[in-house]
């Protein structure tokens, strides 16, 4: 069985965000990348299921800028197989995204694709089900637990207030949730034996598809600064301060 995984350079998320003083958007100056945390989820997940002899090949694909190229090299030391960067340096949309992974699908037919459930970046949790949707393959969203039984993906969800199991026909596309699994980090040799593990890059035009925006960014905003607290000598004075300065009581 192949297993597709999409992964995406994202500003690490130790990073403090600074915005543009234009507000076009957020300034990646100097800026350490690193994987979408979900994404690494997602490969942790691929790996897992190539040891268990669940999987063949683990083929890992990026859609982004030359520099993702550091992403897919990441994934390739902690066990895929193959890598395809989807080079863009245009800066797109959810759709476009899953419109270039649709393509990549089709050349590489896999039975199984793993997305994260969200990109930390845009926090936009579409590509996973708009790629079911133009694929038609049954989605199951939010995987905190997947097993592969009589050829079908059993995938515990992440529900408000639970835990929802489905089984999904294969193909089938999964985006994984925090509690799927706790990633590994990549071995010293395994760094230097995906140096030499293949990186195949292709283009959008390539792929035949178009990337054409349908939604313009008109702004971007720090959230506003917070003022300081004060601290209240007794809890009358703080019954008054709420009652009559924030008039929240
Ligand atoms: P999003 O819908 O943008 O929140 O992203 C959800 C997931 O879609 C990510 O965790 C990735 O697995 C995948 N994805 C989004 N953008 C890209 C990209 N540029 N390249 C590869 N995968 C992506």
Request: with cysteine; proline share 4%.
């Amino acid at each position: 069985m192949k297993l597709l995984l999409a992964v995406k350079r994202v500003v690490d998320y130790n990073v403090k965000v600074r915005v543009k003083p234009d507000q076009t958007g957020v300034d990646l100056t100097n800026v350490k990348m690193a994987m979408n945390p979900f994404c690494e989820i997602a490969v942790e997940e691929g790996v897992r299921l190539k040891e268990k002899g669940l999987v063949t090949e683990v083929v890992v694909v990026s859609i982004g800028p030359a520099a993702a190229q550091e992403q897919l090299r990441t994934a390739l030391a902690l066990g895929a197989d193959r890598a395809i960067l989807v080079e863009t340096d245009d800066e797109l949309n959810a759709l476009a995204v899953a419109k270039l992974l649709k393509a990549v699908v089709d050349q590489e037919q896999p039975q199984l694709v793993i997305l994260g459930k969200q990109a930390i970046d845009s926090d936009n949790n579409q590509t996973g089900q708009m790629l079911a949707a133009l694929c038609e393959y049954p989605q199951g969203t939010f995987a905190s637990k997947i097993a592969i039984a009589a050829g079908k993906a059993i995938v515990t969800r992440e529900v408000d207030g639970g835990l929802q199991t489905v089984a999904l026909c294969l193909p089938a596309i999964i985006t994984t949730d925090l509690r799927l699994n706790e990633p590994r980090y990549a071995s010293l040799p395994n760094i230097m034996k995906a140096k030499k593990k293949p990186l195949q890059t292709i283009t959008p035009e390539v792929l035949g598809v178009s990337i054409r925006s349908t939604s313009k960014t008109l702004k971007v905003e720090a959230p506003a600064n917070r003022s300081a607290g004060i601290k209240v000598k007794s809890v009358v004075e703080l019954v008054e301060k709420l009652k009559y300065e924030a008039k929240v009581i």
